[in-house]
């Protein structure tokens, strides 16, 4: 009969059953008990903005005009399309597209986060519909103008302002004369 493998004193000795039963259960407790905490806290926050935030959109009331600043359907349509033209003219530059839209969508605030109440004043007539219609297609033909003006104009106005900045604004250089071209035969 073989003899028994003499124990190792510092050998590390296995949990008795029982200990080890326990630990599993604390584990899983532990990992339970946070999965219900994000998930009560997800369900919380969403509620909050869902039920109980007074702006439309989920937009910040600071700074919005109150939804009765708008008292007719036709205030309403001339404040929304002023802030698409001021929106265009704010997003112009030569930084990128994600920074002109940036500059579009935040030029379009306050308005456009009560574009819901403008509907509901102008909800019947379908003059006032047709109107509002126009003015988001409007708002998002300028939005994808945007995009496209950044990917294609920027680079070049980039290029521009740095011969301006370089060649043009030091005294003593000639500049050239407006309308001339470099190229031999103008399209």
């Not at 008292?71 to 530059?93: M, P, S, Y």
């Not at 986060?113 to 047709?130: I, N, P, W």
């Not at 003006?149 to 604004?169: F, H, K, M, Q, T």
Request: charged fraction near 25%; proline fraction near 10%; charge should be neutral.
């Amino acid at each position: 009969m073989p003899s028994p493998i003499p124990e190792n004193p510092d050998a590390p000795r296995a949990a008795p059953p029982s200990a080890r039963r326990t630990g599993r259960r604390v584990a899983t407790g532990v990992f339970w008990a946070i999965t219900v905490a994000v998930a009560v806290a997800s369900a919380v926050q969403v509620s909050q903005q869902v039920l109980f935030n007074p702006c439309p959109g989920g937009l910040s009331c600071a700074g919005n005009p109150p939804a009765a600043s708008f008292k007719t359907c036709r205030d309403g349509l001339l404040a929304l399309h002023a802030a698409v033209e001021r929106a265009r003219l704010a997003a112009a530059g030569t930084d990128g597209e994600d920074a002109a839209l940036a500059r579009f969508r935040a030029a379009l605030t306050p308005e456009w986060g009560h574009r819901d109440d403008v509907a509901d004043a102008c909800r019947g007539g379908a003059e006032d519909e047709g109107a509002l219609d126009a003015i988001e297609r409007l708002r998002y033909a300028e939005e994808h103008a945007v995009r496209r003006e950044a990917g294609e104009l920027a680079p070049l106005r980039r290029r521009v302002e740095a011969i301006v900045d370089r060649e043009l604004s030091r005294p003593g250089t000639k500049a050239p004369a407006l309308g001339s071209s470099t190229h031999p035969n103008p399209p």
